[in-house]
């Protein structure tokens, strides 16, 4: 449990806070890689600083070693050890060896190194005296009459300074490194805050803005922030677009359905006190028609706002035009639309594939229908088929089609003709057209000599 609390702490971090934090952590795992590299350097630059002064001295007692009746002497140089004693806390072994393997002076248990394979100089790690030891062994030869042969001489201190000077670089490394850790990190935080004014600004803009403004921000800000604005501007034209349906089925729900409803109400009010058998019974038919037509255009406008809506929050998948014509012809809706009128579905064998929602198809495809059922002359046709290049998904009656004057208003909800007598045309064109649109198609409307097509057009999908 604590640790989700944590968690969800750390998801509560500002951006700034995150991208410190995540420098902070790059800068503390470089400050232990270069604490190591200092470490390193420093035993390193100790090891080769005290080993020239241990050379020195082992030279100064070679230079010191004379040849007296044959035998080898040492006169010890008090300069030999002066150099050393500059680690006062380190303990100093020296051993000269003579030709013939005997101690010359020196303590004897200091040991000589295991191999030195014909070298004059020789460095070795041993122990002395329960302490750790380094030792630096110089070979001087001797051709003399009397005496020829080999003398060795080792000298060797404990490794106490060598640590700690190796330590003293290694905290003044970090240090510096601190110093220079604290500084980037707070300039890092600087830029980083400098950086992402540009987020504070759009911040500040939503704040500010009308929850009723729905219009795209401004895209002028850096590249990172700017894919976030035109995300922002997408989600809010898909929103807009969903308040639009609803806006637009809320204004025709109380433009269209006050009219029909107040009529229904005073015809079955005429009806209730209707003494006249002939006289009631008309007027109870005209109430069905009314009712008939009334759930007609809410069946439009429930289906015009599932479109909308469908649109922007189904994801497209590759449809066969024909069986969306096939589930709208099966689906027998005509039947109940016009009793007795003769539709026919005509498709072929190759397959129409699009791009597209098949629900959103269908429901288009079953408007087109249904216009054409109502104001086309049968017989009706419904298909699919493929044109230059694209898929048709069309429904074909026998009349002329609507008046020009229909063309010219763009599939507008109820839009009327000049000879429809006060009949509109409903949301049949203007579904369609949404959902050809929606798909990167249009709905076209093709009078011909052999009757009138509605036909969204919508391009060809290769089949995976």
Same mark, same amino acid.
Do not use: C
């Given at each position: 449990?604590?640790?989700?609390?944590?968690?969800?702490?750390?998801?509560?971090?500002?951006?700034?806070?995150?991208?410190?934090?995540?420098?902070?952590?790059?800068?503390?795992?470089?400050?232990?890689?270069?604490?190591?590299?200092?470490?390193?350097?420093?035993?390193?630059?100790?090891?080769?600083?005290?080993?020239?002064?241990?050379?020195?001295?082992?030279?100064?007692?070679?230079?010191?070693?004379?040849?007296?009746?044959?035998?080898?002497?040492?006169?010890?140089?008090?300069?030999?050890?002066?150099?050393?004693?500059?680690?006062?806390? @380190?303990?100093?072994?020296?051993?000269?060896? *003579?030709?013939?393997?005997?101690?010359?002076? *020196?303590?004897?248990?200091?040991?000589?190194?295991?191999?030195?394979?014909?070298?004059?100089?020789?460095?070795?790690?041993?122990?002395?005296?329960?302490?750790?030891?380094?030792?630096?062994?110089?070979?001087?030869?001797?051709?003399?009459?009397?005496?020829?042969?080999?003398?060795?001489?080792?000298?060797?201190?404990?490794?106490?300074?060598?640590?700690?000077?190796?330590?003293?670089?290694?905290?003044?490394?970090?240090?510096?490194?601190?110093?220079?850790?604290?500084?980037?990190?707070?300039?890092?935080?600087?830029?980083?805050?400098?950086?992402?004014?540009?987020?504070?600004?759009?911040?500040?803009?939503?704040?500010?803005?009308?929850?009723?403004?729905?219009?795209?921000?401004?895209?002028?800000?850096?590249?990172?922030?700017?894919?976030?604005?035109?995300?922002?501007?997408?989600?809010?034209?898909?929103? @807009?677009?969903?308040?639009?349906?609803?806006?637009?089925?809320?204004?025709?729900?109380?433009?269209?359905?006050?009219?029909?409803?107040?009529?229904?109400?005073?015809?079955?009010?005429?009806?209730?006190?209707?003494?006249?058998?002939?006289?009631?019974?008309?007027?109870?038919?005209?109430?069905?028609?009314?009712?008939?037509?009334?759930?007609?255009?809410?069946?439009?406008?429930?289906?015009?706002?599932?479109?909308?809506?469908?649109?922007?929050?189904?994801?497209?998948?590759?449809? @066969?035009?024909?069986?969306?014509?096939?589930?709208?012809?099966?689906?027998?809706?005509?039947?109940?639309?016009?009793? *007795?009128?003769?539709?026919?579905?005509?498709?072929?064998?190759?397959?129409?594939?699009?791009?597209?929602?098949?629900?959103?198809?269908?429901?288009?495809?079953?408007?087109?229908?249904?216009?054409?059922?109502?104001?086309?002359?049968?017989?009706?046709?419904?298909?699919?088929?493929?044109?230059?290049?694209?898929?048709?998904?069309?429904?074909? @009656?026998?009349?002329?089609?609507?008046?020009?004057?229909?063309?010219?208003?763009?599939?507008?909800?109820?839009?009327?003709?000049?000879?429809?007598?006060?009949?509109?045309?409903?949301?049949?064109?203007?579904?369609?057209?949404?959902?050809?649109?929606?798909?990167?198609?249009?709905?076209?409307?093709?009078?011909?000599?052999?009757?009138?097509?509605?036909?969204?057009?919508?391009?060809?999908?290769?089949?995976?």
């Amino acid at each position: 449990m604590r640790m989700i609390r944590r968690v969800r702490a750390l998801r509560r971090l500002s951006l700034t806070s995150r991208v410190t934090l995540a420098f902070a952590a790059l800068l503390i795992l470089s400050g232990i890689f270069v604490s190591l590299a200092a470490f390193a350097y420093g035993r390193q630059a100790a090891r080769e600083a005290y080993d020239r002064l241990l050379v020195g001295a082992a030279r100064d007692i070679a230079a010191s070693v004379t040849v007296q009746d044959g035998r080898a002497v040492v006169d010890l140089p008090v300069s030999a050890f002066e150099l050393l004693a500059l680690a006062p806390d @380190d303990r100093i072994a020296y051993r000269v060896i *003579g030709p013939n393997g005997d101690t010359l002076t *020196g303590f004897d248990d200091v040991s000589p190194p295991s191999a030195t394979r014909g070298a004059t100089l020789v460095y070795y790690d041993a122990p002395f005296l329960g302490e750790t030891a380094r030792y630096a062994a110089l070979t001087r030869r001797f051709a003399e009459r009397s005496l020829s042969g080999t003398v060795q001489v080792i000298v060797g201190q404990t490794v106490r300074a060598r640590e700690a000077l190796a330590l003293d670089l290694t905290r003044k490394a970090l240090l510096a490194l601190g110093l220079f850790g604290a500084v980037l990190l707070a300039l890092a935080w600087l830029v980083l805050r400098q950086a992402l004014k540009p987020l504070d600004r759009i911040g500040a803009t939503l704040t500010t803005r009308d929850p009723y403004d729905l219009t795209p921000m401004d895209p002028d800000a850096p590249r990172e922030a700017a894919v976030m604005i035109e995300a922002l501007n997408g989600f809010m034209a898909r929103l @807009d677009r969903q308040m639009g349906a609803m806006r637009s089925l809320i204004s025709d729900t109380a433009h269209q359905l006050r009219t029909p409803v107040a009529a229904l109400r005073a015809q079955a009010d005429l009806a209730a006190d209707e003494p006249d058998e002939d006289r009631r019974r008309a007027l109870v038919e005209r109430i069905h028609r009314r009712s008939v037509a009334l759930g007609r255009l809410l069946d439009q406008m429930l289906s015009r706002a599932l479109v909308i809506h469908r649109i922007d929050s189904v994801r497209r998948e590759q449809v @066969d035009l024909r069986d969306v014509a096939l589930v709208v012809f099966e689906a027998g809706d005509h039947t109940l639309l016009a009793p *007795g009128a003769e539709v026919r579905l005509d498709i072929g064998a190759d397959p129409v594939t699009v791009l597209g929602d098949p629900l959103s198809l269908a429901e288009a495809a079953r408007n087109l229908l249904g216009n054409a059922l109502k104001h086309g002359q049968a017989p009706v046709r419904i298909g699919a088929s493929q044109e230059a290049g694209h898929g048709l998904l069309w429904v074909k @009656d026998a009349g002329p089609g609507p008046a020009e004057d229909m063309h010219a208003q763009g599939f507008d909800r109820f839009a009327r003709t000049a000879a429809s007598k006060g009949d509109s045309a409903g949301l049949g064109l203007s579904i369609a057209a949404a959902v050809a649109e929606a798909f990167d198609g249009r709905l076209e409307l093709a009078p011909g000599p052999d009757g009138f097509r509605a036909a969204l057009i919508l391009p060809l999908q290769e089949v995976h």
